[in-house]
């Protein structure tokens, strides 16, 4: 699925709220440049992840736990 990053942060956090606690992505297409993939890590990195809802499911608790430095 291709989304622009206002149209991923819905789905991610549509995919949360329906119980998911991990989200995976395909950050680089065979024979891709490089700079091409830094930039659309930047872009997730910068306008994406900060606005996807944490689960609250308990099996998530332990990531959170280590993704907090806990």
Do not use: C, W
Request: proline content about 9%.
């Amino acid at each position: 699925m291709l989304a622009d990053g206002p149209a991923a942060v819905e789905t991610f956090n549509a995919d949360v709220e329906a119980g998911a606690v991990d989200i995976n992505l395909v950050t680089m297409m065979p024979g891709e440049p490089v700079d091409r993939v830094s930039e659309r890590l930047a872009y997730l990195s910068d306008h994406v992840i900060p606005h996807v809802k944490q689960s609250q499911h308990p099996s998530a608790a332990p990531r959170l736990a280590i993704a907090n430095g806990a």
